[in-house]
């Protein structure tokens, strides 16, 4: 089990976004790698942008508030590297093993940016996915 706190600061520690800053890097992604097809809706709000392609799915998920990215291993991301390496790059198999813990009320603390919508009880905050974490901060 890794701690998700651990991630997030030192992501807060390296980048902030603004939704200006984060729109441009969103176009860079794209235009780095012309394969990547963007799931994110900004007038909705959400909190993460997710990247797929048509041969292994999502492949990149980044938060539009702090400086996180992870990434899926089997991706070849060496089009994108220059673009995103401002950011703390995370590494993972899939999106959906529960790998991760965190403390909400430290989340609430140290990383005010990011906010926890899931209801108690929706997700075990002592084991969660990528996907979890996708679905409850989105």
């Given amino acids: 089990m890794e701690n998700m706190i651990e991630v997030l600061k030192r992501a807060r520690n390296k980048k902030v976004f603004t939704n200006n800053e984060f729109e441009e890097l969103l176009i860079k992604i794209q235009t780095a790698n012309g394969n990547l097809k963007l799931d994110w809706d900004d007038g909705a709000g959400e909190e993460w942008a997710r990247f797929s392609n048509q041969k292994d799915g999502i492949v990149c998920m980044i938060s ?7 990434i899926r291993r089997n991706y070849k991301f060496s089009n994108i590297k220059n673009v995103i390496d401002m950011l703390e790059i995370v ?39 990528l996907d979890d974490l996708y679905f409850a901060t989105i």
């Fill in 91 to 129: 590494f993972t198999d899939d999106y959906c093993s529960d790998n991760w813990f965190i403390d909400l009320a430290n989340l609430k603390q140290m990383i005010p940016e990011l906010y926890w919508h899931a209801s108690e009880g929706a997700v075990n905050t002592n084991s969660f996915s």
């Fill in 64 to 70: 539009a508030k702090i400086g996180v990215a992870f």
